[in-house]
Nanobody, 121 residues
Framework: QVQLVESGGGLVQAGGSLGLSCAASGNIFHIHNMGWYRQAPGKQRGLVATIGRNGGTNYADSVKDRFTISRDNTKNTVTLQINSAKPEDAGSYYC???????????????WGQGTLVTVSS
């Protein structure tokens, strides 16, 4: 069973910094893209940032120059560094990865359970 587990959410003051981590576990053959998505109350889940296996990144316009996504392929982890936090950054942050399990070699997109980020103004 392949799964993603996020950690690092919590309360951050506006203008402050917070780091999120996501670890993939299970019998994994390969991980393609990894990314972070955010869902605020009453809103749809949307892209925050993605990173390819070779390190190519993509960011939502609203977080460019403030957030940094990175990954460690040896540990099957992806992190999101939030800097200069704004109230509109608040929400549940979900990790997603395109994973090929070694059990069946069938590509699937796997979501984590989410971690809550609250920004105090």
């Amino acid at each position: 069973q392949v799964q993603l587990v996020e950690s690092g959410g919590g309360l951050v003051q506006a203008g402050g910094s917070l780091g999120l981590s996501c670890a993939a576990s299970g019998n994994i053959f390969h991980i393609h893209n990894m990314g972070w998505y955010r869902q605020a109350p009453g809103k749809q889940r949307g892209l925050v940032a993605t990173i390819g296996r070779n390190g190519g990144t993509n960011y939502a316009d609203s977080v460019k120059d403030r957030f940094t996504i990175s990954r460690d392929n040896t540990k099957n982890t992806v992190t999101l560094q939030i800097n200069s936090a704004k109230p509109e950054d608040a929400g549940s942050y979900y990790c997603k990865a395109g994973i090929v399990p070694a059990s069946d070699y069938i590509y699937r997109e796997v979501w984590g359970q989410g971690t809550l980020v609250t920004v105090s103004s």
